[in-house]
């Protein structure tokens, strides 16, 4: 269990480095860094697991509530995160009833 929270946190810390440029790239507003944004979405990892089934918790929905579209954006349209299947991560709004935009309109 250790073992895969080093590996999650080295890639926390890999795309950390290229937040600012994820963020200007897409032209969005979003408070956070790319880092703090993925270590917000940390309860929603279940999730959005490749092949879950797994709806989204409570606690999940209200960190996608408390993060915003813009920021969630950032997140699904930059670089590859490990273990997080993009399709499943963009129906979270709607799951969650976040009434958010597609992040395909914020381009």
Not at 41 to 65: G, H, M, Q, Y
Request: with cysteine.
């Amino acid at each position: 269990m250790k073992s895969s929270q080093s590996i999650t946190l080295a890639i926390f810390m890999l795309m950390l480095v290229t937040a600012s440029v994820v963020q200007k790239g897409e032209g969005l507003t979003c408070g956070s860094t790319f880092f703090s944004a993925m270590v917000q979405l940390i309860p929603c990892r279940a999730a959005v697991a490749p092949f879950s089934s797994i709806p989204p918790s409570e606690a999940c929905c209200n960190a996608i509530k408390a993060l915003g579209q813009p920021c969630l954006c950032v997140l699904v349209n930059g670089p590859p995160i490990s273990g997080v299947d993009r399709t499943m991560a963009l129906q979270l709004p709607e799951k969650c009833t976040a009434n958010f935009e597609p992040c395909d309109t914020m381009k």
